[in-house]
């Protein structure tokens, strides 16, 4: 059964499934009875009318049509026009009865008949090809994008070599190639450009709200005004909060998150509607500001890496016509294998903001986001990083004099803890590895948690608006009155003669917080809690504070943020997961240095970073990009064995239990990532026991009533094209023609009064009228409006299909399969048949028919034959959760 209607192809238009199928199968067994028999004389009858005999097919549509019932459908098979084997309709559209089909199938073409969307009986019992065929993919085709349900497509990374892409690829001059190419630096430096500017607007903005607010509260304190002080802190967060909440969930639910899943996806070739949008990157700027200057236990950088991947995809594409910004020299990248590269660049750009790790971004990019990788892409990559770096130097130097408010006298973009000279014996590994073990039991716990607070909140959610606000505001209240109620639980230490910063502090940042302790005394956990995000990992990564806190300080502000940072994701906000996971592990670090004590070289602050580094490692299961970024956030070198020991440690230990925790938000929203290996049944498999049906072809020169019907009773993005005498000697497969191709034909009305070659068509197109249009530009088949007459006519498809598509031989095994598609990065994979008796071509495979739901549905005993990695499970934890 042929093709996919399954997946992707099928999202956008559900009703696919119970529409007819094209059915090939031989007259002399095919008895059709149409919905109204007066009708069906006059559409022909049930005999079979001979090209060579009879010439064209007669021109009977009119009075079908003028009938109010029915549209004939001729389906080529053999040299032979079949006629009355359609469905149906009312003026033009679905409608009235449908056709009943009672055939004896051909089995060996794998198709099969259906009647209101329900095989028949005998389609039923008799046995399809290898008894193995499935009639559909039932897998989802639907996605949480940011908190909203949308359906999904797949992306045509694969080049549509036809006839005029052909004629526009000879044309291009060397000025045009030379252009081309350096048009791809200059988006990389505009993207970086434009990605810095908005990382440091970001980290001015929240430091300066932020600061504000504890200035403000900090000042009720002084005057012991601290009821006061409690009710402006909580009521300056919770209106942070429900501002960052409202705006995502009336303008654009789709930034809800970090982004990184859907940025992640979107590489791998799943594209999910207005991710990219000029709306969603204003929302995900200023919704990303109010939440994290909140006092939320929530980060910046999942947001920095969703709005670089926004920047990137809005320029490569031109701008958004919608809001009047357009740059028509772009229009040369308006196809999904360059926005893909841009997106990447983008995605880099963003971490490199976030941290000022232009070499961890990367890193970052190429470890965790990007499914396809090539040297010329680390190349731009690694300029646009390189441009982020160079600009945010120079602003950040440039609020050092006192010239950006608040932002510069206390939190900086980077945790710029001082290099210092470390020595380090064996004796210090048995606490290294310790805190690697510890880490990745915390980062998978951490995972497990997170999975099961999101489903949670899920459910919460699909209540309603007045439910996610709820949600919000109940998180803000509690992470309100834990920041400003457990610092009163802790005792005020004297300050320490000979401090290198001012003791005690008052309002915006400081190690050494006052709060409501005596002058000349501080209050050790106001100086993690009542702070920011930036200055509280400042303040556990700094050197020469061994005494600063206390074990029983560290350890509650610890338990805190662990579960704070779960609590706090999953609201309808753009939040991202590594600061929380960064301060989290800095804590349980020094925590562990502090029980240490004195046996080891290591100070506290570096114990600290390590402990980062291993919660960072057991959570997202990163190496060689966290490393290194921890490395530029540190500017300290001299910790990169280190580093790399407890990373390796934490990722092994924690891939013991669960998953990365970014695949287990993918998965959780439904997108239909491919991985980068195969599941060891998919040997057992061939790719004919996994294509669904059922399939729909055309001909290469094809009615245009048959194309609108196609089009308009299926979601299929995809179509092959199939020649027959007497423009071949045999039925061959000529190619595959996309969807959205087939609709620039019809917008055009490229029209031929007789079924004949074309011989013009190429000079009346442009490669340009078939680029990929921006986001809400696509037109649909709803909006061409055709006349009966248009309706009678013909269109050569030959020059506008892709005439070398990738094909699979039907016995070629599964693993092989997605091994090819996953490595081109294709949309469609055509199957043939491995004899030439059959038809040309037996199916199509695409995303989701790799999916394991789809083929252990139909499989469901190779569930044991499923990749088996160690894991250590608890019955008990299980039934608790």
């Known amino acids: 059964m042929a093709a996919s209607i399954s997946a992707n192809e099928f999202a956008t238009n559900p009703r696919s499934s119970n529409s007819t199928p094209i059915v090939s199968a031989n007259w002399a067994n095919f008895q059709p ?332 990019a190429l470890e965790e986001m990007a499914s396809w990788w090539r040297s010329a892409l680390l190349w731009r990559a690694f300029f646009s990083t390189a441009i982020v770096a160079i600009l945010l130097r120079g602003l950040t130097d440039l609020c050092l004099s006192g010239k950006c408010g608040l932002f510069g006298t206390g939190g900086l973009i980077i945790y710029d803890v001082t290099s210092i000279n470390i020595s380090y014996h064996l004796r210090d590994v048995p606490p290294v590895l310790l805190l690697g073990v510890l880490g990745g039991i915390a980062g998978s716990l951490y995972n497990c948690l997170l999975g099961k607070v999101l489903q949670l909140y899920n459910i919460i959610n699909e209540k309603g608006t007045a439910y996610k606000i709820l949600l919000a505001c109940t998180v803000s209240i509690v992470t309100s009155c834990l920041l400003f109620g457990l610092p009163w639980f802790a005792p005020c230490h004297a300050c320490p003669p000979g401090a290198s910063e001012p003791c005690p502090t008052i309002g915006r940042s400081g190690n050494f917080k006052k709060f409501q302790c005596p002058p000349g005394h501080y209050n050790e956990l106001a100086s993690l809690f009542f702070n920011t995000n930036d200055d509280a990992i400042k303040n556990l990564f700094s050197k020469d504070t061994d005494t600063e806190f206390h074990p029983l300080s560290v350890l509650i502000f610890f338990i805190t943020c662990f579960f704070l940072s779960i609590f706090s994701y999953g609201i309808v906000a753009p939040v991202g997961l590594f600061i929380p996971v960064i301060v989290t592990g800095a804590s349980y670090g020094r925590l562990v240095g502090l029980l240490i004590g004195s046996t080891s070289n290591l100070n506290h602050g570096l114990f600290a970073v390590l402990g980062a580094a291993s919660l960072l490692g057991g959570s997202m299961r990163m190496t060689v990009s966290l490393c290194v970024i921890l490395l530029e956030l540190t500017n300290n070198l001299l910790l990169l064995p280190l580093i790399m020991l407890v990373l390796l440690v934490s990722k092994t230990v924690a891939d013991a239990f669960n998953g990365n925790i970014y695949d287990q938000i993918m998965s959780f929203k439904g997108f239909p990532y491919l991985e980068t290996h195969a599941e060891p049944y998919m040997r057992q498999l061939t790719v004919s026991d996994v294509v669904a049906g059922p399939l729909r072809v055309f001909s290469g020169i094809e009615l245009v009533g048959n194309i609108v019907h196609v089009l308009r009773t299926t979601g299929h993005n995809g179509f092959p094209v199939v020649d027959e005498p007497p423009y071949s000697d045999a039925p061959v497969l000529y190619g595959l023609i996309l969807r959205s191709h087939v609709i620039t034909l019809l917008k055009k009305k490229s029209f031929l009064e007789s079924p004949r070659l074309d011989v013009d068509a190429v000079e009346r197109f442009t490669a340009s009228d078939f680029a990929k249009q921006g986001l809400g530009n696509q037109v649909r088949i709803e909006d061409i409006a055709l006349s009966e007459e248009e309706m009678e006519m013909y269109i050569d498809l030959h020059p506008f299909t892709n005439s070398s598509p990738y094909t699979v031989v039907e016995t070629m095994s599964l693993a092989k399969a997605l091994t090819l598609f996953r490595g081109v990065g294709l949309r469609h994979l055509l199957v043939v048949p491995k004899t030439s008796e059959r038809l040309p071509v037996v199916g199509i495979l695409t995303r989701h028919d790799f999916m394991p739901e789809h083929i252990l549905g139909l499989h469901p005993t190779l569930e044991r034959s499923k990749w088996k990695r160690l894991r250590f499970k608890f019955p008990l934890w299980n039934k608790i959760f």
């Open 33 to 364: 009875t149409c919905c109204k028999a007066s009708v069906l004389s006059g559409c022909g009858g049930p005999n079979p009318v001979s090209r060579k005999a009879s010439g064209p097919p007669a021109r009977n549509a009119k009075a079908c049509i003028r009938a109010g019932h029915y549209i004939p459908w001729f389906n080529k098979i053999n040299d032979v026009d079949t006629r009355c084997s359609g469905e149906c309709f009312k003026d033009g559209l679905i409608g009235g009865e449908m056709c009943e089909f009672q055939s004896a199938m051909a089995m060996a073409n794998g198709f099969t008949s259906v009647s209101n969307g329900v095989p028949d009986e005998e389609s039923i019992t008799a046995p399809l090809l290898h008894l193995r065929r499935s009639t559909s993919n039932n897998t989802s085709q639907i996605a949480i994008v940011g908190s909203n349900p949308c359906p999904i497509e797949s992306l045509d990374y694969e080049i549509m070599e036809n006839d005029v892409f052909k004629q526009d690829w000879r044309s291009r001059s060397k000025i045009q190639i030379f252009q081309y190419t350096s048009l791809k630096w200059c988006l990389c430096f505009l993207v970086g450009a434009a990605v810095g500017l908005i990382g440091f607007f970001n980290n001015l903005a929240i430091e300066n709200i932020a600061g504000i607010k504890f200035v403000i509260t900090s000042n009720k304190m002084l005057a012991n005004k601290y009821m006061e002080a409690f009710l402006i802190f909580t009521a300056a967060n919770l209106g942070l909060t429900l501002f960052a909440v409202v705006i995502t969930t009336f303008i654009a639910p789709e930034t809800a998150g970090s982004g990184i899943p859907e940025v992640k996806a979107y590489l791998n070739g799943v594209d999910a509607p207005v991710i990219f949008s000029f709306r969603t990157l204003l929302v995900k700027i200023v919704g990303s500001i109010a939440a994290v200057s909140s006092s939320l236990n929530v980060g910046k950088a999942g947001p920095m890496v969703h709005t670089g991947a926004i920047i990137a995809a809005l320029t490569c594409q031109g701008g958004s016509k919608k809001y009047w910004l357009t740059w028509r020299w772009f229009r040369f990248f308006n196809n999904d294998r360059d926005r893909r590269d841009l997106v990447t660049c983008g995605s880099a750009a963003g971490i490199a903001a976030a941290f000022r790790a232009p070499v961890g971004g990367v890193l970052f």
